[in-house]
C-alpha cells in the first residue's frame, strides 16, 4: 500500500542523476528516497530507443516492488525515449527530465543558446519536439557530449582528457556567440566548474535540478501524498550495480547517517 511515507523512487544510467536526487531531498527534507543507479549498463546515450525503454521498464519494475509513490526519471536519455511508454505502463506519477531548452530561449539575449546532452537525447522525437518551435527565432547549438558519461563515471572529473572533451564541445559555442548553456545531461552538472573554466563567467548555465524538486512537490501535494511528518528523518537508499567508490566522491557532502549505499547487481 502507498502511503505518504512510501519513498521517491529516482533510476539514472548511472550516479549523475543523484544531481537531482540532491535538489529533490533538499526542497523536500522529510522524504524518503531510493535511487537506482544502473552504472553497470551506463552510458545510456548510444543505445537504441528500444533498449533505453527495456531498461527504463526494468528500473521502474525495481523501485514499484520498493513501495515508490513517484518515480523521477534523473536522465534525460531515458526520460526523452522512454517516458511515453512508462507512463502508458503504470499507473503512479512519473516526473522525467528535459534539456532546458525553453528556460533558455526565454532568457538568451543574442538568440543562441547552446545545449550539451546526449546522442540518445539530442536524437529523440521529445526533444525534437520541443526544439522546433523554439529554431523559429533561435539559434540552437546541440552538441553530443560523447566520451563524457564514461569519464564521470569513472570519477575522472578533473582528468586532462575531462578538459578535453569539454574544450572541444563548448569551445566552438563560445566562439559562435552562445549566452546561454543548457546541460542536458544529468552527470554534467557535475561538471561545473570545469565547464566555467572553459566558458568564461558570462554565459548562463542552465540546468533542471531545481524546476524538477520544484515540480516534485507540486506532484505530491496534488496527489496528497506528500510526507508532512515534521519529525520524520528521511531515510536514502542507493543501490548501484557496479563499484560505489565514484558515486561516494560525488556524495560527500551528504550526511551519512541516513543514507546506505548498497553495491548490487539489479
Ligand atoms: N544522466 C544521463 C542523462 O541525463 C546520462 C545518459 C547516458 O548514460 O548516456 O542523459
Known sequence: M????SPIGFFDSGIGGTSIWKEVIKLLPHENTIYLSDSKNAP?????AKEII???KKN??????ENCKLIIVACNTATTNAISFLRATYHIPIIGIEPAIKPASLITKT???????TKGTLNSALFEKTAHPIRKNIRIQETHGEGLVPLIEAGKLNSE???????LYLGPMVANNIDSLVLGCTHYPYLIPQIREIIGPDIKIIDSGEAVAKQTKAILLKH?????????TANHRIYINTKKNALTALLKDIPSRHLKIIEQNF
Open 2 to 5: 502507498i502511503s505518504n511515507n
Open 44 to 48: 545510456y546515450g548510444g543505445k537504441s
Open 54 to 56: 527495456t531498461l527504463s
Open 60 to 65: 521502474t519494475d525495481f523501485l514499484l516492488k
Open 111 to 117: 538568440n543562441n543558446i547552446g545545449v550539451l546532452a
Open 161 to 167: 582528457e575531462t578538459s578535453a572533451l569539454l574544450s
Open 224 to 232: 496528497q501524498i506528500l510526507n508532512i511528518e515534521e519529525k520524520h
